[in-house]
């Protein structure tokens, strides 16, 4: 049977010997720290690291070597069991040290009674414990008791019965025109029909730690079906009906249902503003200083002046925005317009138009300008992923500025966590140096006080933590530094002509247009931006 190596307390006439027994089978050899550990546990302070060093190293040559580490005489010891648990209660282990010379041995009655009073109370392996006795297996780690494990559960569920990501991909025709007929934006409803389905969550089943404590699963995600009017849940609430026939929407996992408001003539004074839950439809324009918030989508068909539109879906001006530099677009989903002029956009989606003109326009995915003119021209564009266009600048050295790239917020991330490297390898440094200060002290005075050993020992703890916090430090970054990569992608494309005056930044590479550049596309490539013919 396999046995790590062991050590006794053995009281002779001219004082207290240390007597080694060797390891079987392949066992581990003796070691300095557990025989450190054991005489500290005892209260054995006055003893000299470099006996016990020289000890374990006489161990290593000699079977049964002894070793004197005090003058005097000590009381017996008896056998000494020292039980661990592990931080998550899944498991304990108990290890066993032998007796001194006139100490006794534990039955298998008393060294229960000490697992018990050790805080184990579940799962308890006595065959473990019986074994460990009969076959002396002393300075060896063995499995006392193992928990109950939980049964994992799921996390609930929502099947949506509709498009919950329905996007528009709008129609050319021969000259070049976006085609507003066939959009095909509303995702639309029948009254009754079956809107989504919930399975409910399963909170799984309980184990037992070793503690003898609830050992819970680990948490499970709870929803339920969130709507809005003209809707209904069946009786177990599973279940989500339309009440009347529309346009359904999904924002923010809570479902919308309407039959859609609709203005006959311009947003105006005879109007007011308009705040509606659900997909706005406007026959007219909208005026200048007039405002249309709304949670679905937002479709104009006439112009829009110096308005401010706001929706969690899309903005579709059939006309486009004439913003006269009051004008606002505020959109979760695509915005799609036939020009934009004067104007500030945000959206969630795509900016698809013929014509951006001096206009400030910011989107999470592609802004592509290629209807029959296909032109962009002063203001200031930025996006993730693309920026496309027939045309961009002007003959006049009109200042525009493109910037497409990576998510700011991962850089932002990145460099938190490499500060925060810093300041852990510092402490780390810190701590390494006062404990080598410590051992340096131990080694020449042969000890150490309470104090100092403990301050020892929560150094090592603490070099600990900051090593585990380093390797998850580490491990964030490399993912990020990969995500980062991944999406440094951005390109600028210009199918007819770049003028001067473009100022094009990709992922934080910038570089000025000081000469017209045509049928190209700008990459970066390291620390350039490169051009490539198209």
Same mark, same amino acid.
């Given at each position: 049977?396999?046995?790590?190596?062991?050590?006794?307390?053995?009281?002779?006439?001219?004082?207290?010997?240390?007597?080694?027994?060797?390891?079987?089978?392949?066992?581990?050899?003796?070691?300095?720290?557990?025989?450190?550990?054991?005489?500290?546990?005892?209260?054995?302070?006055?003893?000299?690291?470099?006996?016990?060093?020289?000890?374990?190293?006489?161990?290593?040559?000699?079977?049964?070597?002894?070793?004197?580490?005090?003058?005097?005489?000590?009381?017996?010891?008896?056998?000494?069991?020292?039980?661990?648990?592990?931080?998550?209660?899944?498991?304990?282990?108990?290890?066993?040290?032998?007796?001194?010379?006139?100490?006794?041995?534990?039955?298998?009655?008393?060294?229960?009674?000490?697992?018990?009073?050790?805080?184990?109370?579940?799962?308890?392996?006595?065959?473990?414990?019986?074994?460990?006795?009969?076959?002396?297996?002393?300075?060896?780690?063995?499995?006392?008791?193992?928990?109950?494990?939980?049964?994992?559960?799921?996390?609930?569920?929502?099947?949506?019965?509709?498009?919950?990501?329905?996007?528009?991909?709008?129609?050319?025709?021969?000259?070049?025109?976006?085609?507003?007929?066939?959009?095909?934006?509303?995702?639309?409803?029948?009254?009754?029909?079956?809107?989504?389905?919930?399975?409910?969550?399963?909170?799984?089943?309980?184990?037992?730690?070793?503690?003898?404590?609830?050992?819970?699963?680990?948490?499970?995600?709870?929803?339920?079906?969130?709507?809005?009017?003209?809707?209904?849940?069946?009786?177990?609430?599973?279940?989500?009906?339309?009440?009347?026939?529309?346009?359904?929407?999904?924002?923010?996992?809570?479902?919308?249902?309407?039959?859609?408001?609709?203005?006959?003539?311009?947003?105006?004074?005879? $109007? /007011? !503003? *308009?705040?509606?839950? @659900?997909? =706005?439809?406007?026959?007219?324009? +909208?005026?200048? %200083?007039?405002?249309?918030?709304? $949670? /679905? !989508? *937002?479709?104009?068909? @006439?112009? =829009?002046?110096?308005?401010?539109? +706001?929706?969690? %879906?899309?903005?579709?001006?059939?006309? /486009?925005?004439?913003?006269?530099?009051?004008?606002?677009?505020?959109?979760?989903?695509?915005?799609?317009?036939?020009?934009?002029?004067?104007?500030?956009?945000?959206?969630?989606?795509?900016?698809?138009?013929?014509?951006?003109?001096?206009?400030?326009?910011?989107?999470?995915?592609?802004?592509?300008?290629?209807?029959?003119?296909?032109?962009?021209?002063?203001?200031?564009?930025?996006?993730?992923?693309?920026?496309?266009?027939?045309?961009?600048?002007?003959?006049?050295?009109?200042?525009?500025?493109?910037?497409?790239?990576?998510?700011?917020?991962?850089?932002?991330?990145?460099?938190?966590?490499?500060?925060?490297?810093?300041?852990?390898?510092?402490?780390?440094?810190?701590?390494?140096?006062?404990?080598?200060?410590?051992?340096?002290?131990?080694?020449?005075?042969?000890?150490?006080?309470?104090?100092?050993?403990?301050?020892?020992?929560?150094?090592?703890?603490?070099?600990?933590?900051?090593?585990?916090?380093?390797?998850?430090?580490?491990?964030?970054?490399?993912?990020?530094?990969?995500?980062?990569?991944?999406?440094?992608?951005?390109?600028?494309?210009?199918?007819?002509?770049?003028?001067?005056?473009?100022?094009?930044?990709?992922?934080?590479?910038?570089?000025?247009?000081?000469?017209?550049?045509?049928?190209?596309?700008?990459?970066?490539?390291?620390?350039?931006?490169?051009?490539?013919?198209?």
């Amino acid at each position: 049977m396999k046995r790590n190596a062991f050590f006794q307390l053995v009281q002779k006439q001219d004082g207290v010997y240390l007597k080694s027994y060797p390891a079987l089978e392949g066992g581990a050899p003796l070691s300095v720290d557990d025989i450190l550990y054991y005489l500290e546990q005892k209260k054995i302070m006055d003893v000299s690291v470099d006996d016990i060093t020289s000890f374990v190293q006489k161990a290593s040559e000699t079977v049964n070597a002894e070793k004197r580490i005090m003058i005097g005489k000590i009381l017996p010891e008896n056998e000494f069991p020292v039980v661990t648990i592990d931080p998550e209660r899944k498991f304990a282990k108990i290890r066993l040290y032998p007796p001194s010379s006139g100490g006794k041995r534990l039955s298998l009655k008393e060294l229960l009674e000490r697992i018990g009073q050790n805080g184990v109370q579940y799962g308890i392996l006595k065959e473990n414990a019986a074994l460990l006795l009969k076959a002396h297996l002393y300075c060896t780690d063995v499995l006392i008791a193992k928990a109950k494990p939980p049964v994992q559960g799921r996390d609930a569920k929502i099947t949506y019965h509709f498009d919950v990501d329905k996007t528009c991909h709008p129609a050319m025709d021969e000259s070049g025109n976006v085609d507003f007929h066939h959009l095909d934006m509303i995702e639309h409803v029948r009254e009754g029909q079956h809107l989504a389905t919930l399975a409910p969550a399963d909170t799984g089943i309980s184990g037992i730690d070793v503690m003898g404590e609830e050992f819970k699963p680990q948490k499970v995600v709870q929803r339920i079906l969130k709507h809005g009017r003209n809707i209904h849940l069946s009786e177990d609430g599973l279940e989500m009906y339309s009440d009347v026939s529309g346009n359904v929407t999904l924002v923010d996992e809570t479902v919308f249902v309407s039959n859609q408001y609709e203005v006959p003539a311009d947003v105006g004074a005879s $109007t /007011g !503003d *308009i705040d509606y839950d @659900g997909s =706005v439809v406007v026959k007219g324009n +909208v005026l200048t %200083g007039y405002t249309i918030k709304a $949670t /679905g !989508d *937002i479709i104009v068909n @006439g112009v =829009v002046e110096g308005a401010k539109l +706001v929706t969690a %879906g899309k903005i579709v001006l059939k006309r /486009g925005i004439q913003g006269k530099g009051q004008a606002s677009l505020e959109a979760g989903g695509d915005v799609i317009s036939n020009f934009i002029e004067s104007a500030s956009v945000e959206c969630g989606g795509r900016v698809i138009t013929d014509a951006i003109m001096h206009s400030h326009v910011t989107a999470e995915d592609d802004i592509i300008a290629r209807g029959k003119r296909g032109m962009i021209t002063g203001g200031a564009l930025k996006t993730k992923t693309r920026i496309e266009a027939k045309t961009i600048g002007s003959t006049m050295g009109t200042t525009t500025v493109l910037e497409v790239g990576i998510d700011p917020k991962l850089v932002e991330r990145y460099h938190l966590l490499e500060k925060d490297a810093e300041q852990l390898a510092l402490e780390r440094e810190s701590l390494v140096q006062n404990v080598l200060l410590l051992k340096k002290r131990l080694d020449t005075q042969g000890k150490l006080d309470e104090e100092k050993l403990a301050s020892m020992k929560r150094a090592g703890l603490r070099i600990k933590e900051i090593d585990a916090a380093l390797k998850d430090n580490e491990a964030e970054r490399a993912g990020l530094s990969e995500e980062i990569r991944k999406k440094d992608s951005g390109r600028i494309v210009a199918e007819n002509i770049v003028y001067p005056g473009v100022k094009m930044t990709i992922s934080s590479v910038s570089t000025n247009i000081n000469s017209e550049v045509q049928h190209s596309a700008f990459v970066r490539d390291g620390a350039d931006i490169r051009i490539r013919a198209i």
